[in-house]
């Protein structure tokens, strides 16, 4: 079954880290979605531009209304995915533990529904 984990983290944290930091960081990322390619589960991942790039679009009684990034009320932002195909929530979650947002913010894991299947994993 295929499973996003979902990367948040505080981006002023990332914007204050030194130089030499958010390198060591980035190689870390990068090292997980190696193992993760090598495991042979790896689907699909991205970096996400800074929340304050984005815009919110909403239609409500017909008329379409945008607004300039989340707004939302936690500190932490959506930074970047993972798209790995697991045998279960376990093993999906055991891959999540491995990217090093779970250390500084939180990465949310989540399976992806195919609706050519009828159970859930």
């Known amino acids: 079954m295929k499973y996003l984990c979902l990367i948040y983290d505080e981006e002023r944290d990332w914007d204050a880290m030194p130089a030499a930091e958010s390198a ?5 990322c990068m090292a997980v979605e190696g193992e993760v390619r090598a495991a042979g589960v790896y689907r699909a991942g991205e970096a996400l531009y800074p929340a304050a790039t984005a ?4 239609i409500r009684n017909g008329r379409l209304s945008t607004t300039d990034g989340p707004f939302a009320e936690t500190k932490e932002q959506l930074g970047g995915f993972y798209l790995v195909e697991a045998r279960d929530r376990d093993e999906a ?17 989540r399976p992806v529904m195919d609706f050519g299947q009828q159970s859930q994993g």
Request: hydrophobic share 60%.
């Open 93 to 109: 979650v055991r891959i999540a533990a491995k990217i090093p947002a779970a250390r500084t913010g939180c990465v949310e894991v």
């Open 55 to 58: 815009a919110i679009v909403r």
């Open 24 to 28: 060591a960081y980035l190689a870390e």
